[in-house]
């Protein structure tokens, strides 16, 4: 190949390399720390939904010809002037607030989605405009419920509040507050000319009320001095009158001495006299005391010792004739226990006696004729003569005599009858 070749090919190759540097800066976009490449056409996922672009912040990225497309979105601050006029505010004082903003698009997801889902393409007036819009019903909302006094007195409570509520609306649209400074607040009707006026009356009122203070204090001093100088004064009378009213109450004391000496006298002498009436009266009640000992008690004294005597006797008679009985009784449980099984028969005939003769004693003059003994026992022996032989038996027990205890007459027949 010949020098022309050479040449040929050379050019050839720097026309290609001029191209591709062409091609390639037309494809290749570097971002700057101020703003943000957005390519769109390219799909990713953010969070749980697909979109259709993809953000470059800070860097660099190759378009794709054809398939995709690349704009620009400034990140710098805007500066925008907020100006509000008769916004009315709590209480219904209508007030005109002028202020000023800087605003930018934020630069961090996902506010900065939220941005280019808004104003990607838009100009930058166009975003300042609605910004400010937004700032400055973001201002009424505020100031409505505000006074006029606090929004005038407290601007650092004001411009919290304000910036407060304008970043959550802000932040929908995907732009960031970075400050907000209130210039001017001012009103048509003289509302905060009318407080400046009451705010000078009260330090006119201020200064005449500590004016007034300064002369009552200084009065006040001078009561005291002369409060101190009638003190001193009345403290000398009152001095005076001690040393008099002193001397009159030795004087008094000195009467009242000899009054009381006299009044103690006289006292005592009635003292005395009632103490030889309380002897005399003692002595007439030991006579009493002891007339009424030998008239009354020495009588019943003698007498309970007599009914206590008697008392004693009848007590011991009792008592030995309980002895006496215990005793009879005593012999009576003896004989019985020896007696043993006939012991009830004994006992029983030892009061027929007397219970015969009771019975017999009831009937006047009784008549016996006749008395027949009939008939034989179950051991062949009669019953006349078993009724002899108990008989017999009942005056060997008992001693007690039933044929004595019957009529002569009667005793007779019968002793014929058996």
Not at 261 to 286: C, F, H
Not at 304 to 328: C, F, H, N, V
Not at 365 to 392: F, R, W, Y
Request: charged share 25%; aromatic share 4%; with cysteine.
């Amino acid at each position: 190949m010949g020098i022309g070749g050479i040449l040929a090919v050379l050019v050839i190759a720097f026309f290609a390399l001029i191209t591709l540097i062409i091609i390639v800066k037309n494809m290749l976009y570097i971002c700057q720390p101020n703003e943000v490449l957005v390519f769109s056409g390219a799909r990713r996922r953010m969070g749980n939904r697909v979109v259709g672009y993809k953000i470059i912040k800070g860097g660099r990225g190759i378009r794709i010809p054809l398939f995709e497309t690349v704009d620009r979105v400034d990140l710098t601050n805007m500066i925008i002037n907020v100006s509000v006029t008769n916004a009315y505010s709590k209480g219904g004082i209508p007030l005109t607030v002028q202020g000023v903003a800087n605003i930018k698009i934020a630069g961090e997801e996902p506010l900065l989605n939220n941005a280019l889902e808004r104003f990607l393409a838009r100009s930058r007036a166009e975003i300042g405009k609605i910004a400010k819009e937004t700032l400055e019903g973001n201002l009424r909302g505020v100031l409505a419920t505000l006074t006029p006094e606090q929004v005038n007195e407290d601007k650092i409570s004001f411009e919290k509040s304000l910036l407060e509520q304008a970043e959550h609306d802000l932040s929908k649209l995907g732009l960031v507050l970075d400050t907000l400074t209130i210039q001017n607040i001012s009103d048509e009707v003289g509302y905060l000319a009318s407080i400046g006026r009451m705010r000078g009356a009260e330090v006119r009122k201020d200064a005449r009320i500590a004016e007034a203070r300064a002369k009552a204090d200084a009065a006040e001093t001078r009561a005291r001095n002369l409060e101190t100088v009638s003190l001193a004064q009345i403290n000398a009378e009152v001095k005076k009158l001690e040393v008099m009213t002193g001397k009159r109450i030795a004087d008094a004391q000195t009467k009242v001495t000899a009054r009381v000496a006299d009044a103690q006298g006289e006292v005592r002498a009635r003292v005395a006299q009632a103490t030889g009436e309380l002897e005399m009266q003692k002595a007439r009640i030991e006579q009493v005391r002891r007339r009424l000992e030998a008239d009354v008690i020495q009588p019943a004294e003698a007498k309970r010792r007599a009914a206590e005597e008697k008392a004693k006797a009848d007590a011991a008679k009792i008592q030995e004739e309980g002895r006496a009985t215990a005793e009879a009784l005593r012999a009576v449980s003896d004989t019985w226990k020896k007696a043993g099984p006939n012991a009830r028969d004994v006992f029983l005939f030892q009061k027929l006696e007397s219970l015969i003769t009771k019975v017999v004693s009831t009937i006047q003059q009784p008549k016996i004729d006749k008395i027949t003994v009939t008939g034989q026992t179950n051991g062949g022996t009669s019953l006349a003569a078993q009724l002899a032989i108990a008989v017999e038996q009942i005056r060997a027990a008992t001693g007690v005599d039933v044929t004595k205890m019957l009529p002569e007459s009667a005793t007779r027949r019968g002793s014929s009858a058996s």
